[in-house]
């Protein structure tokens, strides 16, 4: 097996997961790692483990560099299994590693999934922990994404093994930064802050003003590649996703039964065109939710369209919505639209749950009756630019 070293005694003995293609309902059309790290030092250290499946390669990898079964401490960053579902079988072979873990979240999950049989050390803001010649520093950040969340911070290296933070859904037999296509990486960083960390903006600013006060060489995350040579990039990056700053673009976003919300969906289209704004028309038959959260996470218009169907919305239409409640986008503005053949219950769902995501309404839903005509689809043309110009 190949030996990927960050530095001297400092290894990544991760995971590529090559073919998933959905992480809980968002899409990772690239596959997705799971990234660990080894400290070899006085105490032997293994950062964060891998998903369950992915067990016997994780202790394959570090079984190249040392015998597991010599695993002091493993420092379990986060609870969520795509990185703690190998701490059993590590466990089984280190017998007496201790799991270092946030308190008291940390500790609290890590027992609700895998039992209070093993050695736990909890830790909290600022505690460091000497592993010989280096010490690992845990800095807290709660609710990026889960309560238990912290990251760790090795001073002597100044590498920050950062979990979920600046991680990207990307499978790739190359680990770093300057080793593969950086564009991509930044692609899948922002599909991967839109889709998890959207609602913890606030948090992440302040996760991110501690991050650039350290000295810093290495970023490891838990997913993708590791950054050496982008480290700048990506936390200019990230101050930009977790600001409020939204980009002149809508995003037009329907699903229609026989096309008459469609016809609509692409005169209001037309009306953003005119208006000079850029846009983006999204039927949810074609595209995935999670697609579309990332083009939402800085766009300044979210308009929405469904035809009604039995006195509700059509199911894909609810399930974005439902989706992008759960994000809390932030600073939107918006309005519902929609055809509807005997009750237009369509819009008022539509515009009340882009309401309760504090989308601000700038126009009254736009109905119509059946099949809209070609007048009436100019008319809701002039009506979009003149509102949007206006
Ligand atoms: Fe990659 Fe929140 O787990």
Known sequence: MEIVKLRDDIYYVGAVDWNVRSFHGYTTNRGATYNAYLIIDEKITLIDTVKEPFAEELLERISEIIDPSKIDYIVSNHVEMDHSGAIPAVMEVAKNATIVTSAPSGLKGLQAHYGDKYNYQTVKAGDTLSLGKRSLTFVATPMLHWPDNMVTYCSEEKILFSNDAFGQHYASSKHFDDEVDM?????????????????????????????????????????????????????????????????????????????????????????????????????????????????????EYLVVGSPTLNTNILPTVGAFLTYMKGLSPKGKKGFAFGSYGWAAQNVAIIQKELEAMKVEIIKEPIKMNYVPTKEQLREIEEEVAELIVG
Not at 245 to 257: F, G, P, Q, T, W
Not at 266 to 280: D, N, P, S, T
Request: proline content about 3%; hydrophobic content about 40%; aromatic content about 8%.
């Open 183 to 299: 564009a991509v990486v930044m692609q899948e960083a922002e599909k991967y802050y839109a889709n998890i960390l959207m609602p913890y903006g606030k948090q992440a600013n302040q996760a991110i003003d501690i991050v650039q006060s350290l000295p810093l060489e290495m970023i490891a995350p838990s997913h993708g590649v590791i950054l050496r040579t982008h480290i700048t990039e990506m936390l200019d990056k990230y101050r930009y996703f977790c600001s409020e700053e939204n980009e002149k673009r809508a995003l037009v976003v329907y699903d229609s039964m026989w096309h008459s919300t469609e016809k609509m969906a692409q005169a209001i289209l037309e009306g953003f065109k005119k208006a000079g704004v850029e846009c983006i028309l999204y039927d949810l038959k074609e595209n995935h939710i999670s697609d579309i959260a990332t083009q939402v996470l800085k766009a």
